[in-house]
């Protein structure tokens, strides 16, 4: 018999929870099966703690982790994840966007054999074209510079095997987006879609700013692209300058006038700002190294042994 953990972030959501609460205890009861939610309590300033410790109080399999701050929902998640017991493990939103129906079909797709299950969202009701549109941008800009399988249209609505939860608890980096990090770390992954809701109560916790450190997260520890950039650009303008100068010279020796002594100045700084750009580049990539050694990520992942007992 499997064990399931349902791992729920929740942020000043006093008014979600019980409606949470309600709507997936029968349907994870039905499976007659063995399960737990963890909810972890991101530094609420509402009456979500209490609300929790209620719940907790008239039903062993709720568990509850209380922050001693916002961390954020990331944390929040990697918590959950630090904490399940579970077989398979579930993350979902406490405000009913991700549809516990939903959530049983990723677990009839793990019982399938597949390792993640991602929840695509086909209609996104509830949110602005500015947030629907720089996420389109988002995700296949990051598919681009990455080259990593992130599917579009997911968020952290999914379900993970047990081996993946693992996986991705030994990657040591602090700032992380746990979406990028369920592409790194591969595995047999596969899809449920349904139309995104609106929130049930409440009303969303990410700003601007919020959505920009997320971006981050998913960018830099995932990539070199942008510290090679200065490199790019330093032998760039340093070739410039020299099929500059070159061309220089002949003009010179076969005496065709060009613009005097003020024109060599051109290629003399194209040629000086090569030197120093490179130079910057050759200190990024090994900043990017640096990075990699502090990230402790694992240097493979092995997804199944043949033949190694004894
Ligand atoms: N959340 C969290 N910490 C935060 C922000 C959000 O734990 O700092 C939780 C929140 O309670 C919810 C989930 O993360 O369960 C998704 O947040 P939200 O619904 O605000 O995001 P949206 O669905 O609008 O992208
Ligand atoms: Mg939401």
């Not at 703690?49 to 039903?59: F, P, Q, S, T, V």
């Not at 929040?76 to 405000?95: H, Q, R």
């Not at 899809?191 to 971006?215: C, I, N, Q, S, W």
Request: net charge neutral; hydrophobic share 40%; aromatic share 12%.
């Amino acid at each position: 018999m499997a064990k399931y953990s349902i791992i729920v972030p929740a942020y000043n959501e006093e008014k979600s929870l019980q409606l949470f609460y309600d709507a997936v205890t029968p349907l994870m009861r039905n499976l007659q099966e063995e399960y737990e939610i963890i909810f972890i309590n991101d530094g609420s300033r509402d009456a979500t703690k209490e609300i929790l410790r209620g719940l907790a109080d008239l039903d062993k399999r709720v568990k509850v982790c209380n922050f001693s701050r916002n961390f954020g929902q990331q944390a929040a998640l990697y918590c959950g994840m630090e904490m399940a017991s579970g077989d398979a493990v579930i993350a979902m939103d406490a405000d009913l966007q991700d549809p516990p129906e939903v959530a049983m079909e990723m677990i009839q797709k793990w019982k399938e054999g597949f390792d993640v299950v991602h929840g695509k969202r086909k209609k996104r009701s509830g949110e602005t074209v500015f947030k629907r549109a720089t996420a389109y941008v988002y995700y296949r800009f990051m598919r681009k510079i990455t080259k990593m399988e992130m599917p579009t249209d997911v968020g952290d609505f999914k379900l993970y095997d047990r081996k993946v939860v693992d996986a991705i608890l030994s990657m040591g980096e602090h700032d992380r987006l746990l979406r990028a990090q369920t592409a790194w770390v591969g595995f047999k992954q596969t899809f449920v879609e349904f139309d995104r809701p609106e929130r049930v109560a409440g009303e969303t916790h990410y700003t601007l700013k919020k959505m920009v450190k997320l971006a981050e997260d998913g960018i830099f520890p995932n990539t070199n692209y942008h510290l090679t950039l200065p490199i790019k650009l330093g032998l760039l303008l340093g070739f410039a300058s020299l099929a500059c100068f070159v061309t220089f010279i002949v003009l010179t020796c076969c005496h065709i006038f060009f613009g005097g002594l003020t024109a060599w100045l051109f290629p003399t700084v194209g040629a000086l700002g090569g030197v120093i750009l490179t130079c910057q580049g050759l200190t990024n990539l090994h900043v990017g190294m640096i990075y990699k050694e502090v990230q402790n990520r694992p240097k493979y992942i092995v997804a199944e042994k043949y033949n190694f007992e004894d």
